[in-house]
């Protein structure tokens, strides 16, 4: 792999001694808090994405990690770049899919850990365009998304497993290769691969239009105590070449000892309440997979039920999160089957519910037994996890209910007011809900 040559200090002295204040870090504490609510405001009411990972990891078929979990001989991986041809890639098709399902916004990684780079990079020969395809991936997606009228952002590696400046026990030569601790780059090595970093983000930050949110992909926990990769040098630059961006917080593995970041990003789960950092509620967003892996893995046929992935998108929703959901196309550049089949479900209840995701929230209300509540100013949301045993009993809610209707059928559901009071708290509504059923919402409209 040829890469441009430089050192870390050249890149701190360029942001030194371009003169840029950028809006994000001007000024006190507040104001920067305040831009960040600017720059999120679409993020928050868009609340479901769709993340792509996608490489030539996907030829071996076995996850996004196969170079690291995998025994290959030197440059056998690598050379998985010489055969990469997905003649079936069709961006346009992926971002109806998206658009259908009530995706708002997409996220295609640029580069993962192998450092195989999706993009027409300047700066090393490994990439996409010197593939069979030789064709710009990320600028295809771009465009295609941006047809659609979605948000666009892009993942990027912050680790590259093929450079000898970077070293972690999360790599190959540790997991696949047995070594119990990574060898030591020297000054000259790490310099090299801090400036590829910088200069790869630096590239896609200015030539492929504009960019609405950069995923930043990972500090490892080895490396939690220190500032591995520049953070406040790329940082600024980011925000320099692009002032609307959000960025994710995976610059630091700890969040409260450094610089606040613009959104959070908890990983395959739905956490039990909004997230803090600092003392104070912040954007967020969870990544989550179909099956068991980002990237495509040909025997992993362990789809999620399209319930499931419902469940977890309003539990999201329900405290102030985003859901990044993951597909991981085919090496021919395909979208599987099982994911095709969860995404046309989502949009079929997109269809009937979408009003109870897109631009909503958590709810002051405590919702009843198997249930969650999303709410957008008067109008709360219902959304039943599981079919209920009979009626459903709503806390808080009496007298304070104007309408009720099943979004499914566009029928009112009835408020149970003649029977069944003895034991029922005097806040406590009881509603008619025995045709429910998982993944139905109730429309509630407040007084």
């Known amino acids: ?13 360029m942001c030194i001694t371009c003169g840029v204040e950028t809006a994000v870090f001007a000024g006190n ?15 928050k009411d868009a609340r479901f994405g769709m993340f792509i990972h ?19 001989a030197p440059g056998e991986y690598e ?40 993009f027409d990079s300047r700066f090393t020969d490994y990439k996409i365009t010197n593939s069979p395809y030789g ?24 680790p590259d497993w093929t450079h000898p400046g970077y070293a972690d026990t999360e790599s190959p030569e540790c997991i696949a290769g047995g070594r119990k601790e990574p060898h ?61 961006i959000i960025v994710n917080d995976r610059l630091a593995y700890f969040k409260d000892n450094c610089r606040d970041f613009d959104y959070y990003t908890p990983e395959i789960c739905v956490p039990n309440q909004p997230q803090q950092v600092k003392g104070r509620e912040v954007a967020w967003e969870t990544c989550a997979t179909m099956n068991d892996n980002w990237g495509y893995c040909r025997a992993d046929e362990n789809w999620k039920t399209s319930e499931a992935v419902i469940a977890g998108l309003v539990g999201c929703v329900s405290k102030n999160g985003n859901l990044l959901l993951n597909v991981g196309p085919t090496e021919k550049g395909s979208i599987p089957a099982g994911a095709v089949n969860i995404l046309k479900a989502l949009a079929d209840w997109y269809a009937v519910n979408g009003e109870s995701v897109t631009g909503c929230g958590k709810s002051e209300f405590t919702p009843p037994h198997g249930c969650v509540y999303t709410q957008r100013g008067q109008t709360l949301y219902c959304h039943f ?20 209707v099943l979004l499914r059928t566009g029928e009112p559901v ?11 708290k005097p806040d406590e509504q009881r509603i008619r809900t025995r045709a429910i059923r998982p993944g139905d919402v109730v429309k509630i409209e407040l007084k």
């Open 184 to 244: 030591v780059p020297t000054p000259e090595q790490y310099a090299s691969f801090t400036n590829l970093v910088y200069n790869h983000i630096n590239q896609l930050t200015t030539e492929y239009g504009k960019l609405d949110l950069l995923f930043l992909d990972y500090t490892s926990r080895t490396k939690a105590d220190i500032d591995y990769f520049g953070r406040d040098a790329i940082l600024e630059m980011v925000y320099r070449n692009q002032p609307g």
């Open 29 to 43: 504490d507040l104001a920067r808090n305040i831009v960040r609510g600017e720059k999120c405001a679409w993020f």
């Open 135 to 158: 064709r710009d991936a990320v600028r295809e997606f771009l465009e295609a998304f941006r047809a659609e009228g979605l948000k666009v952002g892009l993942y990027h590696s912050l």
């Open 1 to 13: 792999m040829k890469v441009r040559l430089g050192t870390i200090i050249a890149v701190v002295a």
């Open 79 to 118: 050379a998985n770049a010489n055969i990469f041809n997905p003649t079936n890639y069709n961006p346009r098709e992926w971002a109806k899919l998206a658009k259908a399902a009530g995706m708002k916004y997409a996220v295609l990684t640029s580069r993962h850990h192998d450092g195989f780079c999706m």
């Open 414 to 424: 009835e408020l149970i007011d003649h029977w069944g009071f003895e034991l029922l």
């Open 385 to 404: 996890l599981q079919s209920p045993l009979g009626d459903t009993i709503l806390p808080q809610l009496k007298g304070k209910i104007e309408k009720t």
């Open 54 to 72: 996608w490489g030539i990891y996907s030829i071996p078929g076995n996850g996004e990690w196969s170079y690291a979990v995998d025994k290959y």
